[in-house]
Every structure is written in structure tokens, then in C-alpha cells.
């Protein structure tokens, strides 16, 4: 059908992470959804171009690799037919059951220092800088690096949706169609904590990166949108490349940090269908204003399509 009046929108395909993987050291481009199948598909290929060891192989895993084999595994779970809630359970860690709270890795170590690597680039070099938020003043928006197409879009689309769609359904997580994403930084000199907030997000993804630091725990508190008595909060600590996933408005910050440095990569998680009817930060019908981007999530209501066939 031909359609008019209606924007068209740009697409790109969601395999960054998985599909036409180039492995440099071997001249080959693969496919990769965990160590049996790269062995199953490539091991002939790769021995030939000299991967013969166990430590070759083990190498070329951990080197070339973004995302944790636990994290690939959980995607691919959740997005199989039959998968629910309960199968899905039992491949993550429950952080808090009654906050929803949960924990699983993200990314392998070797690309969590190579991203650092780039980071710290990107700080030192004179390149326009945003903040990353209204309440962090050092980090960096993935946008500005230029990862938020290849790297976090195809993480929402392809790996995320399916995960949020079965622990969060109720929180738009089968509707995310945008997102912020942002690293920060905590260091001595720096900002050093964050005080308790909720996110401008339906959902939350926060990654550990590194260095070594000591303190700067993340704390829990209970839903902002329905306030509790004051209760102990739950401590949560950082473990290099694993994520955790909660809601946006379940109230949190982080503890001071006591040495070192921190950096987090923070995916706020968004879903129009949710936020449209309801402003997570006012609590109103948003008042919509025009944005670059992904703006703030919202969306106006798309234009009606036309079948042009009918108008001849
Ligand atoms: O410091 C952290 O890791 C948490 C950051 C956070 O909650 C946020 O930026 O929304
Ligand atoms: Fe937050």
C-alpha cells in the first residue's frame, strides 16, 4: 500500500552484536551466540587460520566478544517461544523480589576496559561536551560518542525488549522504543554520590564499567509513585560488566564513593505508549514540545496513514 503524509523513518538492522562479527586476528567475519555454537560453526575454519589452542580460543572469546555469554543466553531465552516469566527467573539473579530488582552480566570484562579506553578519550580530547543528566556532572552521552546507534539501539531492540517485555509488562517493557543513554563518572574531586531520585525512564539499565573504587553502592528505596513508611533501603554493590534492571521509579542513589573511581553505563528505558498518557516527572499529560532525537521519549500521535490507492 502507498502511503502518504506520514514521516518516513529510517531503519537499520538490530545484528551489531551478534550477526558478521569481524574477528581480525583470523580475517573472518562470524556469527556468535555463545562459545558452542562459535565452536560448532567456526571451529574448522578458525583452526585452520591458526585458533588451535584452548587458550587461542579462550582468547578470541574473551578479546573479540562485547556481550556476556549469561546475557546472550537470557535474550535468547526470553525471545524463544514459551518463554515466561518463571524460566526466565531462574537464568537471572533476583536482587529483591518485592522491589523487582534484578542483576545478570552484560558485558565481557575485555570490552568493558576497551570502552573505558575510549571514554577517557573522549574526556581528554576537546569535543563538545553535554552533561548526562540534570544530576551527574561528570560522563558522557553515548549519543555524543557515537555508540547509541550501534551499540545501545540494537542492545534495546534486539536484547532488552524481550527480557523487559517478560519481568516488567506492566511497565511498558514490551513497548520500549527509545531510550537515553549515559555514562558517569565518580571520582575524588569529582562527583562523588547521588542523591535519591527517580529516573525520567520506564525502565532502567545500569552496567558497571570499572576502575577500582571502594564505596559508592547503589541504595533502593520503594516506589515513587507510591510512598511507603521509611524503611532500611537495600544496598546493591557493583560488579564489573553485570547490569542491574529496576524500575525508573523506583527511588535509588548511589552511597559516596570512598577511592578510586566509578563509571557506569546507564540505559534509561523508554516506552511512548507509557509516557504519552502520563509524564513520569510531572505525573501529567505531558505537555508535548519539539526535541532532537529521541527527544524525551514522547511522541505526538502518528499521522493518520492514507491509502493513496483510495484518493485516485
Ligand atoms: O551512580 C549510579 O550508578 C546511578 C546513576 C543513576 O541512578 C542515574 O544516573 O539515573
Ligand atoms: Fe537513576
Given amino acids: 500500500m502507498a502511503t502518504a503524509g506520514a ?47 584452548t587458550t587461542d580460543f579462550q582468547q578470541l572469546l574473551a578479546e573479540d ?39 545478570v552480566p552484560v558485558f565481557t570484562a575485555p570490552f568493558c576496559q576497551a570502552l573505558l579506553e575510549e571514554l577517557e578519550h573522549f574526556e581528554q580530547s576537546d569535543m563538545p561536551k553535554g552533561r548526562p543528566n540534570t544530576m551527574n556532572n561528570y560522563g ?9 546507534e550501534p551499540l545501545v539501539t540494537p542492545l534495546r531492540e534486539r536484547f532488552l525488549q524481550p527480557l523487559m517485555a517478560l519481568l516488567y509488562p506492566d511497565c511498558g517493557g514490551g513497548q520500549l522504543d527509545s531510550h537515553r543513554a549515559f555514562v558517569v563518572k565518580y571520582a575524588l574531586g569529582q562527583d562523588l554520590e547521588l542523591g535519591c531520585h527517580y529516573d525520567n525512564a520506564e525502565l532502567t539499565l545500569n552496567v558497571a564499567l570499572g576502575k577500582v573504587f571502594t564505596g559508592g553502592a547503589l541504595y533502593f528505596g520503594g516506589l515513587f509513585q507510591a510512598p511507603t513508611a521509611l524503611t ?16 525508573g521509579g523506583q527511588l535509588h542513589g548511589a552511597r559516596p564513593l570512598a577511592t578510586g573511581e566509578r563509571w557506569n553505563l546507564i540505559i534509561w528505558l523508554r516506552a511512548s505508549a507509557v509516557r504519552n498518557r502520563l509524564c513520569p516527572m510531572c505525573c501529567r499529560a505531558p505537555d508535548l514540545v519539539d526535541d532532537e532525537g529521541f527527544g524525551d521519549g514522547f511522541t505526538r500521535e502518528e499521522p493518520a496513514t492514507v491509502d493513496v490507492c483510495a484518493l485516485t
Fill in 7 to 53: 514521516p518516513r523513518r529510517f531503519c537499520r538492522c538490530a545484528c551489531f552484536c551478534t550477526e558478521n562479527l569481524y574477528v581480525a586476528r583470523y580475517g573472518l567475519h562470524v556469527r556468535f551466540r555463545g562459545e558452542q555454537q562459535l565452536r560448532r560453526d567456526y571451529g574448522p575454519i578458525l583452526r585452520s587460520r591458526g585458533c588451535v589452542s
Fill in 65 to 103: 566478544a562485547a556481550l556476556a555469554p549469561e546475557f546472550l543466553a537470557v535474550a535468547e531465552y526470553s525471545a524463544s517461544p514459551g518463554a515466561d516469566l518463571k524460566g526466565l527467573l531462574q537464568r537471572l539473579e533476583t536482587v529483591s523480589e518485592e522491589k523487582r530488582i534484578y542483576r
Fill in 140 to 148: 558522557v552521552l553515548l549519543h555524543e560518542l557515537g555508540l547509541d
Fill in 232 to 247: 532500611e533501603p537495600l544496598e546493591v554493590e557493583h560488579v564489573v560488566g553485570q547490569g542491574i534492571l529496576h524500575r
